[in-house]
T-cell receptor, first 114, second 114 residues
Framework: GENVEQHPSTLSVQEGDSAVIKCTYS??????FPWYKQELGKRPQLIID?????GEKKDQRIAVTLNKTAKHFSLHITETQPEDSAVYFC?????????????FGAGTRLAVHP | DAGVTQSPTHLIKTRGQQVTLRCSPK?????VSWYQQALGQGPQFIFQ???????QRGNFPDRFSGHQFPNYSSELNVNALLLGDSALYLC?????????????FGNGTRLTVT
């Protein structure tokens, strides 16, 4: 069945360092890959997304890369700040005809230490 | 412009009981999806409603059912509650006409089954 694996499960970095989270998906038909940030007790919020026709997308300190051949995609956060501390989830889906069932990874707990 | 609203925020039920959770989508959205998020895990897709019909379903038993109303709001019903049903239940809304637009999540309903 459809599956998304996410690594690492926990990540601890010093403020100013970079953080990288990696995901692998199983359904080669997937064409949309969002990343969500969830702070403790709050709702998941989209931070960046990428479609399958693009290999890389950047938004200020956040970037996502996609390797369709290997079915890998990664989140890169540069110049990390304490407010980046949260749980990050990757997800994958085939968007077709309005259907958009997201398959989520298990999450990465990122801790940024001052 | 109100985002996705869910009620109640917390709920405690006993094994074997039934529960109904409610969701109002973001203004302008017509599609509602429900996700179950167990502690320390990523959200898992339960089902999606559009035009008052269930059109996609995840790997959840028939004890989980739902409904969508003409105003696009939705309910999630769970019968014969099990301890394993304890989780955060998230509602997410989207626009059928803009499938690549991000899912907007509510704050969730935390269900505890004792």
């Amino acid at each position: 069945g459809e599956n998304v694996e996410q690594h690492p499960s926990t990540l601890s970095v010093q403020e100013g360092d970079s953080a990288v989270i990696k995901c692998t998906y199983s359904d080669s038909a997937s064409n949309y890959f969002p990343w969500y940030k969830q702070e403790l007790g709050k709702r998941p919020q989209l931070i960046i997304d990428i479609r399958s026709n693009v290999g890389e997308k950047k938004d200020q300190r956040i970037a996502v890369t996609l390797n369709k051949t290997a079915k890998h995609f990664s989140l890169h956060i540069t110049e990390t700040q304490p407010e980046d501390s949260a749980v990050y989830f990757c997800a994958a889906t085939l968007i077709s005809g309005g259907y958009n069932k997201l398959i989520f990874g298990a999450g990465t707990r990122l801790a940024v230490h001052p | 412009d109100a985002g996705v609203t869910q009620s109640p925020t917390h709920l405690i039920k006993t094994r074997g009981q039934q529960v109904t959770l409610r969701c109002s989508p973001k203004s302008g959205h017509d599609t509602v999806s429900w996700y179950q998020q167990a502690l320390g895990q990523g959200p898992q897709f339960i089902f999606q409603y559009y035009e008052e019909e269930e059109r996609q379903r995840g790997n959840f038993p028939d004890r989980f059912s739902g409904h969508q109303f003409p105003n696009y709001s939705s309910e999630l019903n769970v019968n014969a509650l099990l301890l394993g049903d304890s989780a955060l239940y998230l509602c997410a809304s989207s626009d059928q006409q803009a499938p690549y637009s991000p899912l907007h999540f509510g704050n969730g309903t935390r269900l505890t089954v004792t």
